[in-house]
C-alpha cells in the first residue's frame, strides 16, 4: 500500500525554522518524484518544492527560494523539507506528493498530476 505521512509543522516565530518529514512506505522515494505542496485558507494549492527521481535535480517556488531546502535519505525513504527564515505568508497545510510520470522539470507544480498524497501538517508562523 503506498503511503506518505507528512509531520514536523508546528508553530514558529517569523523568522524561525522547522523541518517537515516526509515518510513513505509501499514504494521507493528514489524511483518517483516527491513534492512538497502547501495551501492557505482561501487559497489555492501551491507547490513548494520538488526533487526529482531521475537525478535528484531540485526544484522551488519563487516565494521560498533561498530559505526552503528539499531533501532526501533514500535509506530511510524520507523526504525532507528544510524551512528557514519562515513569514506570516507561510503559514499553511503543507503536504508531500509523489509523481511517477517521466519528467517533472516544467511540470512539477502541477498538483492534479501528483496521484499519492499524504495527510497535512499545519506549519504556523506568528508574525
Known amino acids: 500500500e503506498v503511503q506518505l505521512q507528512a509531520s514536523g509543522g508546528g508553530l514558529v516565530q517569523a523568522g524561525g525554522s522547522l523541518r517537515l518529514s516526509c515518510v513513505v512506505s509501499?514504494?521507493?522515494?528514489?524511483?518517483?518524484?516527491i513534492a512538497w505542496f502547501r495551501q492557505a485558507p482561501g487559497k489555492e494549492r501551491e507547490g513548494v518544492a520538488c526533487?526529482?527521481?531521475?537525478?535528484?535535480?531540485?526544484y522551488y517556488a519563487d516565494s521560498v527560494k533561498g530559505r526552503f531546502t528539499i531533501s532526501s535519505d533514500n535509506a530511510k525513504n524520507t523526504v525532507y523539507l528544510q524551512m528557514n527564515r519562515l513569514k506570516f505568508e507561510d503559514t499553511a497545510v503543507y503536504y508531500c506528493a509523489a509523481n511517477w510520470g517521466p519528467d517533472i522539470a516544467t511540470t512539477w507544480q502541477w498538483w492534479s498530476l501528483f496521484g499519492a498524497w499524504g495527510g497535512g501538517t499545519q506549519v504556523t508562523v506568528s508574525s
Open positions: 526533487i526529482s527521481r531521475s537525478d535528484g535535480t531540485t
Open positions: 509501499g514504494f521507493f522515494i528514489e524511483d518517483s518524484h
